[in-house]
């Protein structure tokens, strides 16, 4: 796969648990995003990275704590997750900060709860 | 608020039957407009970019404009292969630069 990954595709976990959510991509940009999507509604827009520093973090539980270690990798880390949280989770790149040319996304983590 | 719209929900078509799918956008300080199709289980993957009233770009059977308040993505003779979601995003100057998406438009190609 080419552009941008996203490891693992599928993800069960119990309200108890703890995993991370991989991102990677190898296309040279600058800004890296994670947004959430559920059924029947937009995307909602969880945060943003430019050059590996969090520009924007749109009210999202402290649940949810992203990483970026270098501009190429892009984590999320998940815990204690209530059933609402299930959803397919998105990273994407863009060359620029705000995507106003374009996101590259990945294929995304569907994530249930249980 | 910035708003997207599209309509309609879902939308179903035989093969060869030309359609269009709308997308109304709040007008006041949109800077660009952009179309995203969506197939199952992957994410969106960018198609067009419009800026202006009047701009049209085209790729295979999928035409998209643009006017003063809504644009269209026209979908010419579709294949059964043009079946995804198509989305449409806002990108507005001020505040958050981050584009809003619309809720999206189902689509399915019957053989």
């Known amino acids: 796969e080419t552009g941008v990954t996203q490891t693992p595709r599928h993800l069960v976990m119990g309200m108890t648990n703890k995993k991370s959510l991989k991102c990677e991509q190898h296309?040279?940009?600058?800004?890296m995003y994670w947004y959430k999507q559920s059924a029947k509604k937009p995307l909602e827009l969880m945060f943003v990275?430019?050059?590996?520093?969090?520009?924007e973090n749109n009210s999202v539980p402290s649940r949810f704590s992203p990483e970026c270690p270098n501009s190429s990798h892009l984590f999320l880390h998940l815990h204690t997750l209530q059933p609402e949280d299930s959803a397919l989770y998105l990273c994407?790149?863009?060359?620029?900060?705000?995507?106003?040319?374009?996101?590259?996304f990945g294929s995304g983590t569907r994530l249930t709860v249980v | 608020e910035d708003q997207v719209t599209q309509s309609p929900e879902a939308l179903r078509l035989q093969e060869g039957e030309s359609s269009s799918l709308n997308c109304s956008y709040t007008?006041?300080?949109?800077?660009?407009l952009f179309w995203y199709r969506q197939d199952p289980g992957k994410g969106p993957e960018f198609l067009f970019t419009?800026?202006?009233a009047g701009e049209e770009k085209e790729k295979e059977r999928l035409k998209a404009t643009l006017t003063k308040k809504e644009s269209f993505l026209h979908i010419t003779a579709p294949k059964p292969e043009d079946s995804a979601t198509y989305l449409c995003?806002?990108?507005?100057?001020?505040?958050?630069?981050?584009?809003?998406f619309g809720r999206g438009t189902s689509l399915i190609v019957h053989p």
């Open positions: 994407a790149s863009s060359s620029e900060t705000g995507g106003f040319y374009g996101y590259t």
């Open positions: 296309l040279g940009h600058n800004a």
């Open positions: 990275y430019s050059l590996e520093e969090r520009v």
């Open positions: 007008v006041s300080g949109l800077r660009g």
């Open positions: 419009l800026y202006s």
């Open positions: 995003a806002g990108f507005y100057s001020g505040g958050s630069y981050i584009p809003t």
